[in-house]
């Protein structure tokens, strides 16, 4: 990629798994800001408790009530040191949106970053839901993602990506393991690192459901 011309823009988001303030960092490729405003479609409130989730198992169980909410379903779940996360899916098979699961208590809310800020159908972005314009290409978030990678984390590199309303989300490998995850604004190509999940533990990759 050519004509890139980095920089950092502090954001803070606040880590409920950990009760924290953490401090998200995004890179913006195109030299410009995205414009984030709240909206009807803001749904960072909806959450749901479940008790205590101690498994991948657990964990789907307790995205699905949420899914159930939306008419969505869940695909790929992920356990990290602080938490777990999982894919919400729609009916069909197209990926919605991404939520986190709180191990202690199995509240399900919205990820933090990209899921609520750059998502256009289910995040924070007004107006109706859309599909989200689409200037950067899966290829093209590939090479942001390694380029982000080689001046920040050396040594990882960006696996495909999946595609949410928006933006991609595309996991960080060394090797071929899995080490964490980073998203791709689709129209800016500005790449939001995931801070906030920890260590990565295991995973489910997406059931085949109807």
């Known amino acids: 990629m050519t004509g890139f011309r980095g920089r950092w823009l502090p954001l803070t988001v606040l880590v409920a798994a950990v009760a924290a303030l953490i401090v ?21 409130g909806v959450v749901t408790r479940s008790g205590a ?16 909410r939306w008419g969505l379903r869940v695909g790929e779940v992920m356990q990290f040191s602080n938490g777990y996360y999982a894919q919400l899916l729609a009916s069909d098979g197209g990926r919605a949106t991404e939520v986190l699961i709180d191990p202690g208590s199995g509240t399900v809310r919205l990820e933090f970053g990209p ?17 989200g314009a689409v200037a950067i290409a899966p290829d093209q978030a590939v090479r942001i993602a390694d380029r982000w ?3 920040h984390h ?5 696996a495909e990506p999946d595609r949410f309303p928006g933006y991609y ?42």
Do not use: C
């Open 24 to 44: 998200s960092l995004v890179w913006a490729a195109g030299g410009g800001s995205p414009s984030w405003q709240s909206g009807p479609r803001a749904m960072m």
């Open 53 to 68: 989730v101690h498994n991948l198992s657990d964990a789907d169980r307790a995205a699905a009530r949420f899914a159930d």
């Open 115 to 131: 899921a609520m800020m750059w998502n256009t159908a289910y995040g924070m972005m007004p107006g109706p839901r859309q599909s």
């Open 149 to 151: 990678l080689s001046e």
């Open 154 to 158: 050396t040594g990882l590199h960006a």
């Open 169 to 210: 989300t595309l996991h960080t490998l060394r090797g071929d393991r899995i080490v964490g995850m980073l998203s791709v604004n689709s129209g800016t190509g500005d790449v939001w690192y995931h801070a906030w999940h920890g260590r990565f533990i295991q995973m489910r990759e997406q059931p085949n459901k109807t």
